[in-house]
């Protein structure tokens, strides 16, 4: 158990459906970082938290949305989804900057169908 | 086109083999990270490197930053089978927040 829980683990829904992901961060760490992993993207930079703030960005598409909680917990939402949006879900949590690693949960599959 | 690059993409060894992963790119960084990720887990930090030129041992892995800090290599000494799995770098330019990871490795170790 890495301290970084992700709910639901798996997650089938039909095209043009809504998900919310879930994702709660290692205690003490208050950022919170969300990636997304494909067979042909790999791993690819979504969204960062810090302490409620969004801090940074990635190539996160339009009809997705984060937010981070005053108990630190974080939610991704992803809404008109697609076939091409099934994928690995990961959240990731550290310390203030991370400079020293992440500790990413276990994640959340989701297959558009 | 990606900013870190990982060669090979695939490695297939005999237990007890020795193996090197390599990850290059053409910026400078002021840290860099390895992780090993399993089938359906998410990846797991092996170890951060800071200082041009450091190597860090963690049992049979020993993993080399280089002098510019633009490249790092990970070699694995009489692999198992348990050190299968997907190995990829991470690093973070100095102006930047995010975290950028390369394409990874797999690696399989046969008993």
């Known amino acids: 158990d890495s301290g970084v829980t992700q709910t639901p683990k798996h997650l089938i829904t039909a095209t043009g459906q809504r998900v919310t992901l879930r994702c709660s961060p290692r205690s003490g760490d208050l950022s919170v970082y969300w990636y997304q992993q494909s067979l042909d993207q790999g791993l690819q930079f979504l969204i960062q938290y810090y302490n409620g703030e969004e801090r940074a960005k990635g190539n996160i598409l339009e009809r997705f949305s984060a937010q981070q909680f005053p108990d630190l917990h974080s939610e991704l939402n992803l809404s008109s989804l697609e076939l091409g949006d099934s994928a690995l879900y990961f959240c990731a949590s550290s310390e203030v900057q991370g400079s020293y690693g992440y500790t990413f949960g276990s994640g959340t599959r989701l297959t558009v169908v | 086109t990606q900013l870190l690059e990982q060669s090979p993409q695939f490695l297939s060894i005999q237990e007890g083999e020795n193996l090197t992963v390599y990850c290059n790119s053409s910026?400078?960084?002021?840290?860099l990270q390895w992780y090993r990720q399993e089938p359906g887990e998410g990846p797991v930090l092996l170890v951060t490197v800071v200082t041009g030129g450091e190597v860090k041992k963690l049992k049979r892995l020993t993993f080399q930053f280089g002098d510019a800090r633009k490249d790092s290599s990970l070699h694995i000494t009489a692999a198992q089978t348990g050190d299968t799995g997907l190995y990829l770098c991470a690093a973070r330019r100095s102006n930047d927040y995010k975290l950028s990871f390369g394409a990874g490795t797999t690696v399989t170790v046969r008993a």
């Open positions: 910026s400078v960084f002021s840290s």
